[in-house]
């Protein structure tokens, strides 16, 4: 079985590229991340045809999460317990938005679902803009619920295989960050808070792709030739609960999806699972149309 996470600002732009990929590549599961879009916006039927169903979350033209996967989705949550807010409501989407207890309102930032028995999300974490910048309180505030609601579901079940995938926003080791314009004391991204946080996960989690790949990066900013000069970061992960690192065989960094035509930013991050060792249920007698 194959997972991967991809942020593919803009799934409109990009939606025929994203698909072909997964058909190349037999993507079971795809996380997806900047969607910006609203669910009625999405490209549902070029995923439909190539035999994937999606589950989407999206309030306009800003953020956005997204799963498309081959096997049935169940248990969508399109929040985690305790998810701040930020800014203002989304005019005509208040009564999906919801609020976090800060009384300020969710972003279309996380989606869990369940497929099989692994329980899978798809996360753009807050950017940060600035360590002044209140967005930068805000992520961490973010990140600090994550984690909390992280060591809630293991507490409650040891052997769940969960991931948390997607782009966090966070280039936790001095090797994943070869962009000039992000420096340690003066930039997010890099910050020991940031990074502080990041590892506080991985008491938890484990990064299940950088044993198996330890160089590379997942974004490259589209100015100032970053892409050929090699001057990326690697800010987009899978962590997986110890049941679900225990499963996975493979892993690679996609660094060829950021060439060609009308590239996303960002390239997909890829494992791959033996369901063998979930002992889990996978419906692989799926007779819905496949586009090749």
């Not at 949550?77 to 009564?95: H, N, W």
């Not at 948390?164 to 930039?187: C, H, K, Q, V, Y």
């Not at 100032?224 to 225990?246: E, T």
Request: net charge negative; aromatic share 10%.
């Amino acid at each position: 079985m194959r997972i991967a996470t991809w942020n593919v600002n803009s799934i409109r732009t990009r939606f025929g590229r994203v698909v072909d990929w997964l058909v190349r590549e037999d993507i079971d599961v795809l996380a997806m991340q900047e969607i910006k879009c609203r669910p009625e916006q999405f490209p549902i039927a070029a995923f439909e045809q190539a035999g994937y169903s999606v589950e989407i979350h999206g309030l306009n033209q800003w953020n956005g999460v997204a799963i498309a996967s081959r096997h049935e989705m169940t248990d969508v949550a399109r929040e985690f317990d305790g998810m701040p807010g930020f800014g203002k409501p989304v005019k005509g989407q208040e009564a999906v938005q919801g609020f976090g207890p800060n009384e300020l309102p969710h972003e279309a930032r996380a989606l869990g679902v369940t497929v099989g028995d692994l329980r899978l999300w798809s996360l753009y974490v807050p950017n940060g803009r600035s360590l002044d910048d209140p967005h930068f309180a805000y992520k961490l505030a973010w990140l600090e619920a994550l984690r909390e609601d992280t060591r809630a579901w293991l507490d409650e079940d040891p052997q769940l295989p969960l991931a948390l995938m997607g782009d966090w926003n966070i280039a936790p080791l001095e090797t994943d960050m070869a962009d000039p314009s992000f420096r340690p004391g003066a930039s997010t991204h890099v910050s020991p808070e940031e990074r502080s946080m990041f590892a506080s996960f991985e008491t938890l989690l484990t990064d299940v792709v950088r044993p198996i790949v330890p160089e590379g990066y997942t974004f490259w900013d589209y100015q100032a030739g970053k892409f050929p000069k090699n001057q990326g970061m690697r800010i987009d992960f899978i962590l997986g609960s110890p049941a679900f690192a225990d499963a996975v065989t493979g892993a690679s960094i996609e660094r060829d999806e950021r060439k060609g035509d009308a590239p996303s930013d960002h390239v997909p991050v890829v494992c791959d699972i033996d369901v063998d060792l979930l002992g889990g249920t996978f419906d692989d007698d799926d007779d819905r149309p496949m586009v090749f």
